[in-house]
């Protein structure tokens, strides 16, 4: 009895072995989905004289800004987002658009201070 125990057992720790051999070579392969949740809209909070967006637990409004993108509309199913003159728009749990990843230009207020 206890040799079918051991053998369950070892079954089920090689199954767990090759899942996680499986999620590390699936993570390898395609590390751009596996991490893109910057910018991930979490929900919106739409009232006519202050609509709102939840992105990344940060509540923002229109002309608000997170890693250089601006909020520049929000409807009851979308917001609008702008970064470097690129503008998209972007639903509730949707995949972040990639421009969120690009690096932040310098400003002309930066530019100044050198």
């Not at 999620?23 to 910018?39: I, K």
């Not at 202050?50 to 409004?61: K, M, N």
């Not at 608000?64 to 409807?75: A, K, L, P, Q």
């Not at 199913?77 to 932040?104: S, T």
Request: with cysteine; aromatic share 6%; charged share 25%.
């Amino acid at each position: 009895m206890s040799t079918v125990k051991n053998v369950k057992m070892l079954t089920l720790l090689q199954l767990c072995t090759v899942v996680i051999v499986i999620l590390f070579a699936w993570l390898r392969l395609n590390p751009q989905q596996a991490m893109a949740t910057r910018g991930m809209v979490d929900g919106i909070l739409f009232s006519p004289e202050r609509p709102s967006a939840l992105v990344d637990g940060q509540i923002l409004t229109v002309g608000d800004s997170m890693y250089g993108t601006e909020v520049v509309e929000i409807t009851k199913e979308l917001v609008v987002f702008e970064k470097h003159h690129h503008k998209w728009q972007q639903r509730v749990r949707e995949r972040p658009n990639p421009a969120w990843d690009e690096p932040n230009l310098p400003t002309d207020a930066d530019k100044s201070e050198r």
